[in-house]
């Protein structure tokens, strides 16, 4: 355990905001000598509260980092702190997250997931057993039969066990202790000090709410800290730090993920930008089809972006792309306008007359459509051909795309033909087929 010293990073003559007896003023002491005890470099530590009657403590401290945050998210913003700066800075930041039960109750998943992360992380867990600061009502760590302005005939709802939750999450240094323990400053900076998540519940008194309607003094707050005893700092643990892990694991090892830049290969004719609308069935291919055409332009050193639409079941119903590619930069990725429109069955047909893609066609749209679905009336000049039964479904969007690019002549043949092939390879060649066979009927 560490030695505590005589320092402090409190603000001169600062006068506690606490209604008096409450335990924060311990909790606020102690945490101040852990940081005294650790000889910490007040630019080195981070407290992160949380919102709650122990959450204004941050205006009490006068050298380190504070963190002001929202109710029960203040354990996620110090994983944020810790992870930006022991991944990109790492300069040993020690984040201290300030939280009551009330927070903890309100953002539990943030501290599991800290606790299964294993980042460096210290939650110092304030349970005085109800919500202090909102009137007193009881929390998810107020014992059984306890009584609050919400419970006044006594809880009976059984109180969370924090310390085992987040030990069984895989946590290395979990105690819970009372906020008038003689060790507490020790506990505070032996978690602190601990290489990875850590958590100590602090079991305190509410003396505005909780004394008088219950019978609870020092000795039943002594005996409800049980079962905790304050661990000795081990000098090994079993886990690695999040950080370091996250480095060894991730950032050290050559990529998985392979290089997919695309670089500069043809010339386009193209001057403005050219809006196409492609819609067909999920699972036939059609956003590929967008992913291919807008890979040819970027291959022609044109700026491409491409938005898909499906339904929420991924694999069923229609599956409509968008692709806009522009010899200039996008600043807009939506289409007022199609320049071509292609639809490959029933689904993409209903999707394009129901979205509105079909009421904002003009003259100058080319749509490209699989004749055996219904006739439209459009001011477009509308091209049936039977996209599927010549190519395969699998096929009808890229090869219609392709076709029809060659057709405007808006990129070189070739670049759509690459992007094609780095996708499909020597199946390449029956997408060339498709082209020679559709381009008659695009006349
Ligand atoms: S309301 Fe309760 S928790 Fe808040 S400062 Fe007063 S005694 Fe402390
Ligand atoms: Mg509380």
Not at 41 to 63: E, M, N, R, W, Y
Not at 383 to 411: D, G, K, Q, W
Request: glycine share 8%; aromatic share 6%.
């Amino acid at each position: 355990m560490s030695t505590v010293q005589q320092t402090t990073f409190l603000r001169e003559s600062v006068a506690f905001p606490f209604c008096k007896g409450c335990g924060h003023h311990h909790y606020v002491h102690n945490l101040d000598r852990a940081f005294a005890a650790l000889q910490l470099d007040p630019q080195k530590a981070c407290i992160v509260s949380d919102i709650g009657c122990i959450g204004i403590l941050d205006a009490l401290f006068a050298t380190p980092h504070t963190f002001h945050t929202t109710h029960g998210r203040s354990t996620a913003f110090a994983t944020g702190v810790e992870l930006a700066d022991g991944i990109l800075h790492d300069s040993k930041l020690k984040s201290v997250v300030v939280i009551g039960d009330g927070g903890a109750t309100i953002g539990l998943l943030h501290v599991v997931n800290a606790a299964l992360m294993n980042v460096d992380v210290t939650v110092l867990v304030a349970n005085n057993m109800l919500y202090g600061m909102t009137g007193g009502q009881n929390s998810g760590f107020s014992p059984l039969e306890f009584v609050t302005p919400t419970t006044p005939e006594g809880n009976i709802v059984p109180p969370m066990d924090i310390c085992a939750m987040v030990k069984s999450c895989g946590a290395e240094y979990v105690t819970r202790v009372s906020a008038t323990d003689k060790n507490l400053a020790g506990v505070i900076a032996d978690a602190i000090a601990h290489p990875g998540f850590a958590l100590v519940e602090i079991v305190e008194l509410c003396t505005e709410f909780a004394i008088g309607r219950n019978k609870i003094d020092g000795k039943v707050i002594q005996s409800m800290s049980s079962g905790y005893e304050p661990a000795l700092l081990p000098t090994t643990f079993a886990r690695k730090e999040f950080c370091e892990e996250y480095k060894e694991k991730v950032l050290g090892r050559p990529a998985k993920t392979k290089d997919d830049t695309i670089t500069q290969k043809y010339i386009s004719s193209l001057r403005g930008a050219k809006r196409w609308v492609i819609a067909g069935t999920a699972g036939e291919k059609v956003q590929l089809s967008s992913y291919l055409l807008m890979r040819a332009g970027i291959l022609c050193g044109l700026h491409a972006t491409q938005k898909n639409d499906n339904p929420v079941t991924q694999g069923s119903g229609f599956s409509l792309s968008e692709v806009v590619m522009s010899s200039g930069d996008i600043h807009y990725t939506g289409i007022t306008v199609p320049d071509a429109v292609i639809i490959a069955s029933a689904e993409g047909l209903k999707e394009v007359t129901v979205n509105g893609t079909f009421a904002r066609c003009a003259p100058s749209t080319v749509i490209v459509m699989e004749d055996s679905l219904p006739e439209l009336q459009s001011p477009a000049r509308v091209y049936r051909v039977p996209m599927r039964s010549l190519c395969t479904p699998l096929r009808a969007t890229t090869s219609a795309a392709a076709a029809l690019l060659a057709r405007e002549n808006l990129l070189p043949r070739e670049a759509m033909a690459e992007s094609i092939r780095l996708h499909v390879g020597e199946k390449a060649a029956l997408y060339e087929q498709d082209i020679e066979k559709l381009l008659p009927l695009l006349a």
